[in-house]
């Protein structure tokens, strides 16, 4: 019965390291910087989510405040953040349904309705 207990036991310890396999692997320059370009895009894409969300809460309380409209470019500060990988700011384009928030580098856009 002792004897059982051991085979038994080397003969599951051999089937877990035996049967393991090796989940690391190199990762090229190239893959690397597909994956450095997602990431860039994904934070672009969230900022320019965030700044939309905060454009759209000033229209809104610009419309409990201020009689009339008002128009974005009154709204928006001096200052608006920018796409995190260039620096570069963000082109705001403003239409009579909404406006549109794009990357200047390419990393899409968004498009708010008022």
């Known amino acids: 019965m ?3 207990f051991i085979i038994t036991a080397v003969a599951v310890l051999f089937l877990i390291f035996g049967c393991a396999r090796d989940l690391t ?3 090229d320059q190239e893959e690397m910087n597909e994956i450095r370009n997602e990431l860039d895009i994904r934070k672009c894409e969230s900022r320019m ?3 939309g969300f905060e454009i ?3 229209f809104y309380h610009a419309s409990l405040t201020v009689d009339g ?3 974005l470019e009154e709204l928006l500060p001096d200052s608006i953040p920018g ?5 570069q700011p ?3 384009d403003e239409t009579d349904s909404g406006f549109s928030i794009t990357c200047p580098v390419g ?6 309705t008022k």
């Open 2 to 4: 002792k004897y059982l």
């Open 25 to 27: 692997r190199i990762i």
């Open 49 to 51: 989510d965030s700044l």
């Open 56 to 58: 759209e809460g000033m």
């Open 69 to 71: 409209y008002t128009s």
């Open 83 to 87: 796409c995190p990988s260039s620096k």
């Open 90 to 92: 963000y082109i705001i």
């Open 107 to 112: 990393h899409g856009s968004v498009y708010i």
